[in-house]
């Protein structure tokens, strides 16, 4: 789903040398997203999955 809640096909795949250059640009990512949410509704939720996902958040 994109940020409206409707369904998008299937992005890129992205694969990275290292765990800081993915956490580097998924910060980034979020942010843009974070961004683009609070425009458009006044607020921004995410939901994380949990596991190694949440140390690479720091």
Do not use: C
């Amino acid at each position: 789903m994109d940020i409206s809640g409707e369904i998008k096909k299937r992005g890129d795949v992205r694969i990275y040398d290292t765990k800081d250059d993915l956490a580097t640009d998924l910060a980034d990512y979020v942010a843009e997203l974070s961004e683009i949410a609070v425009k458009e509704r006044g607020y921004f939720a995410v939901a994380l999955s949990g596991g190694s996902l949440i140390s690479l958040m720091g």
